[in-house]
Structure formats: structure tokens, C-alpha cells
């Protein structure tokens, strides 16, 4: 009797438990797939964030990440695995510019619309980008180092990977403004895997004349040439110039509030307009193929301010996370 009871309880258990299941499956009719590149910074950990409480707000999207940790041949698998899923939307950040143009290509062929965030690719067969224009990332630290300097200084600039666009661009919007002034002076040098170069900046610092500014490419090696600095006794004669602003503990505006860094440039990562623009292409709306993310510089003068704007950012999302639990 006992068994025969039991056996009922798991087999009501089971169809429950399965009905529950097709509901929740009948419910995500929008499937996208997010191929995120690098996995272990600030700035890459809020992307990430955002876009997940933006799909919770959505019962009808799926959303799945792929990362593919700094290895371009794991994101073009990540991306072939999306397109045989045959997921309604991809939405690519890229490691690299061109060794993903192929796959990117077959996903637009075949009717799966991409939308790329942040890195750009070079070919224009995706359905949309969504990202801040590096180019005047690099223009509004230049600008800044020459207000305060008032055209004279002497800069080191630490840049980013030559095959990625922002590492490209920050550069190019820097020089566009620093070479208008012979009064400024710039010594640059390569970053390699988000990380500083520390023995040629040290060696800068003990030989070069005395250095000013440093202009960072992202405020993770901004932060590592405080350190590099410090060391060297240097850090209260240098001001530090980085890129992202994340918000929170050791991210970029914590840094400014810190004075640890003069400033750094808002770079927003886009993660929630990424799902946004998803949801909408997924709904057939024609949307802009470029999509132009804000940037601005953080100094000590609105790092508070924007910090208080973005933890209240995040206390509505861990809210509304609490809801959908
Ligand atoms: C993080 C990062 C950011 C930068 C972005 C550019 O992985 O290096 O610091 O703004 O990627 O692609």
C-alpha cells in the first residue's frame, strides 16, 4: 500500500514538475545568445550583469553566455554553436576585429541577426552595433591633459592591443588633440593583455625627464601604473588618466573618489541597450545600425555624483532580481 502511494506521489511529482517545465520552455520564445570575450575584469563582470537583469525582465528571452576567455578560436566556436542552436539573435563583444569576420558573416547569411557591442569588426554584415565612440574617449583625456597642464607636460601613454578598435581609437582621439600642442610631449608605450608594462614604464620614469600624466588605456592598467609608481616614489607629482569608470569597489570611479586616478572616462558597457536592441530586432523593428553609447570624463569633481547615480542604478536591479526570485 505504502509503495503503491509513493508511486503515485512521483509519477504526480514528475508530470508536475515536467508541465512546469514546458511552461517555463513555452515562455522563452526569444532565445539570444551573448558571446562574451574576455571574462575576468570589472568592466567585462557588469557587462555580463547588466545584460542578465535586463533579460529577467523579459520571461520571453532566453538569454545564454558563452565565454570565450581571451581566446579568439573558442569564440568563433561559441558563435558556430549559436548558429547551429539556431538562437533568434547573437550578440557578439569581440576579442579581435578580424579573425571573427567569417562567422559573423555566415550567421548574417543565414538570417540570424548579430548585433556587435564594443570592439568592432571589419566587415559590415551584422545587423547592428552598440557601443561609445573610442575616438572621443581618447579626444576627452587628451583634452583634459591639456587644461591642466595648460600645453606643457610631459605624458606617458600606455595603449591598448592594435587589434581591437578601441585600442586603435583611443589612441588616434589622444594624438588628434595632444599633437596641437608641441608643448606636450608623449611617450608611448604597448599594453599587452590589459596588463602594464612595468619594467619599460619604471625604466621610463627613472630616465625619461620628469613625467606629468599618465593616459591609460582602461583603468585596470591605469590602476597597475599607480602601483608601478608608487614604487618608484613618483605617484604624487604623476596624475593618471584611465578609460571604463566602472562602478563599485576598485572600479574606475572608486579610483577617482580614492584619488588614486585624476580622472577617468566613462566607457559604459552596454549590456542592458544590448538586450534592449535584441528584444526589438527579435520583434522585427528596424533599428539604427549604429547605436552611440555616452561617454564623458569623471573627475573629482562628479565622481561622487555619478557613483550615488549608478549604486542607485544597482539597487533598483538587486530589487528587481529579488522579485524575479
Ligand atoms: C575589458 C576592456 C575594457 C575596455 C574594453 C575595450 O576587457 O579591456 O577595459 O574598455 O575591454 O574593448
Not at 538570417?111 to 565612440?133: E, F, H, M, Q
Not at 566613462?266 to 526589438?280: D, H, Q, W
Request: some cysteine.
Amino acid at each position: 500500500m505504502l509503495r503503491k502511494l509513493s508511486c503515485i506521489i512521483f509519477v504526480s511529482y514528475t508530470l508536475l514538475f515536467n508541465s512546469c517545465k514546458l511552461e517555463d520552455d513555452d515562455k522563452a520564445k526569444i532565445s539570444i545568445g551573448f558571446s562574451q570575450s574576455v571574462s575576468n575584469d570589472n568592466w567585462r563582470i557588469s557587462m555580463n550583469h547588466a545584460m542578465e537583469v535586463e533579460a529577467a525582465l523579459h520571461p520571453e528571452v532566453k538569454l545564454t553566455i558563452y565565454n570565450a576567455n581571451r581566446q579568439a578560436k573558442k569564440q568563433i566556436d561559441d558563435i558556430e554553436k549559436f548558429i547551429a542552436d539556431k538562437v533568434d539573435v547573437i550578440i557578439v563583444s569581440p576579442f579581435e576585429s578580424d579573425s571573427i569576420i567569417p562567422v559573423i558573416e555566415k550567421a548574417n547569411a543565414i538570417g540570424i541577426p548579430v548585433i556587435i557591442v564594443d570592439r568592432k569588426v571589419n566587415t559590415s554584415n551584422y545587423t547592428a552595433y552598440l557601443g561609445a565612440d573610442n575616438v572621443e574617449v581618447g579626444r576627452i583625456a587628451g583634452r583634459h591633459i591639456v587644461s591642466l597642464s595648460k600645453g606643457n607636460a610631459n605624458v606617458i601613454e600606455i595603449k591598448g592591443a592594435s587589434y581591437t578598435s578601441p585600442g586603435l581609437e583611443r589612441t588616434m582621439g589622444f594624438r588628434q588633440i595632444i599633437d596641437q600642442y608641441p608643448g606636450v610631449k608623449v611617450i608611448s608605450i604597448d599594453a599587452k593583455k590589459d596588463e602594464l608594462p612595468k619594467d619599460v614604464f619604471v625604466n621610463i620614469l627613472k630616465n625619461a625627464p620628469e613625467i606629468n600624466y599618465v593616459y591609460a588605456y582602461n583603468d585596470v592598467i591605469a590602476y597597475q601604473a599607480w602601483k608601478a609608481a608608487k614604487g618608484e616614489n613618483a605617484k604624487n607629482k604623476i596624475k593618471i588618466i584611465g578609460v571604463d569608470g566602472v562602478n563599485g569597489p576598485n572600479g574606475g570611479i572608486q579610483l577617482v573618489k580614492d584619488r588614486i586616478l585624476e580622472a577617468t572616462v566613462l566607457y559604459p558597457t552596454g549590456g542592458s541597450e544590448a538586450i534592449k536592441l535584441a528584444l526589438k530586432i527579435a520583434n522585427k523593428e528596424i533599428v539604427p545600425k549604429n547605436n552611440k553609447l555616452n561617454t564623458t570624463l569623471i573627475d573629482s569633481l562628479n565622481a561622487d555624483i555619478m557613483g550615488n547615480q549608478f549604486d542607485k542604478i544597482t539597487i533598483q536591479q538587486s530589487d528587481i532580481e529579488q522579485q524575479q526570485a
